[in-house]
């Protein structure tokens, strides 16, 4: 399981950030246990009214998210699944969607918490996306990751000029 080994993280006074969340809408019933999960673990640690912003898939997860990045969020988390099919496409897609977000989150500084899940079957999808049964919740992981590191980059001062 892929899940094996993540680390507890404890996350101290974060409700004042501003999180956004932006989610594709390809394969309903897994983006909503992923944007469910999301908004549950938000919730948890106290941030009530993140932004959550939909998208027709997850090659366009990454310029909203290089937007956002720029209008003074704190962290984002994208959301969304890429199903191998039967053509390249499903590799094209994933590495768009894996370096974009990449980009994003060095480029700008803003945390980007990664929740696309890349999977061969919709079975595997389903059992990571937080619904009932499903073995991970990778939306909430998403989350954590993206507030955690946002926290981090508050401990870390402006270099003397």
């Known amino acids: ?94 590495h768009g969607v894996t370096e974009g977000l990449t980009r994003v989150a060095v480029d700008t500084g803003v945390p980007v918490g990664f929740g696309v899940l890349t999977c061969d079957t919709e079975e595997q999808a389903l059992d990571r996306a937080g619904l009932p049964g499903s073995a991970e919740d990778k939306g909430h992981e998403a989350v954590t990751a993206a507030v955690a590191t946002a926290a981090v980059l508050r401990t870390v001062s402006e270099p003397w000029r």
């Open 1 to 94: 399981m892929s899940g094996k080994g993540a680390p507890e993280l404890t996350i101290r006074e974060c409700a004042d950030l501003r999180v956004a969340v932006v989610a594709a809408q390809w394969h309903e019933p897994v983006m909503t246990g992923l944007v469910e999960g999301a908004l549950r673990a938000l919730g948890e640690l106290g941030i009530h009214e993140p932004t959550l912003l939909r998208v027709p898939g997850s090659f366009e997860l990454p310029v909203v998210a290089k937007v956002l990045a720029g209008r003074g969020y704190d962290a984002i988390v994208a959301l969304g699944v890429v199903i191998r099919g039967g053509t390249p496409h499903f590799d094209y897609v994933c």
